[in-house]
Nanobody, 122 residues
Framework: VQLQASGGGLVQPGGSLRLSCAASGRTFSSYGEGWFRQAPGKEREFVAAISKSGSKTYYRGSVKGRFTILRDNAKNTVDLQMNSLKPEDTAVYYC????????????????WGQGTQVTVSS
C-alpha cells in the first residue's frame, strides 16, 4: 500500500488543522492505520491509531481530547483532525499502515507516507 499525506501548514496556537492520508490499493481495510510525528532533534512518536474497521481508536495522552483519527474505507483515507493546537504539536506528521489490527509502535508499521509539516506558532 502507498500512502500520501497532506494538509499540514502553519497555524496559530489554539487553531485547527485536518491532516489527510490517501492510500492506494484495494485492500485498505486490511490495514490498521496510524499517525506519528517527529519534531526536530526528537524521536518519532506515536500520535493516534485506528483499527481496520475504525471501531477502535488510540491516542497518546497529550493529544487525547484534542485530536481525532477517522478513516473512510470506501475512500481509502485516514484523517487526523487536530484542534486546540499547541506549539509543542509542531512536527512532521506521518501516516502509516500496519497489517496488525492496530498498533502504537512505529516498528510494527511497514508502510509510511512522506510526512507533512505542522507548525504551531504565533
Amino acid at each position: 500500500v502507498q500512502l500520501q499525506a497532506s494538509g499540514g501548514g502553519l497555524v496559530q496556537p489554539g487553531g485547527s488543522l485536518r491532516l489527510s492520508c490517501a492510500a492506494s490499493g484495494r485492500t485498505f481495510s486490511s490495514y490498521g492505520e496510524g499517525w506519528f510525528r517527529q519534531a526536530p532533534g526528537k524521536e518519532r512518536e506515536f500520535v493516534a491509531a485506528i483499527s481496520k474497521s475504525g471501531s477502535k481508536t488510540y491516542y497518546r495522552g497529550s493529544v487525547k481530547g484534542r485530536f481525532t483519527i477517522l478513516r473512510d474505507n470506501a475512500k481509502n483515507t485516514v484523517d487526523l483532525q487536530m484542534n486546540s493546537l499547541k506549539p509543542e504539536d509542531t512536527a512532521v506528521y506521518y501516516c502509516a499502515a500496519t497489517i496488525l489490527l492496530s498498533s502504537t509502535f512505529a516498528s510494527e508499521y511497514a508502510y509510511w507516507g512522506q510526512g507533512t509539516q505542522v507548525t504551531v506558532s504565533s
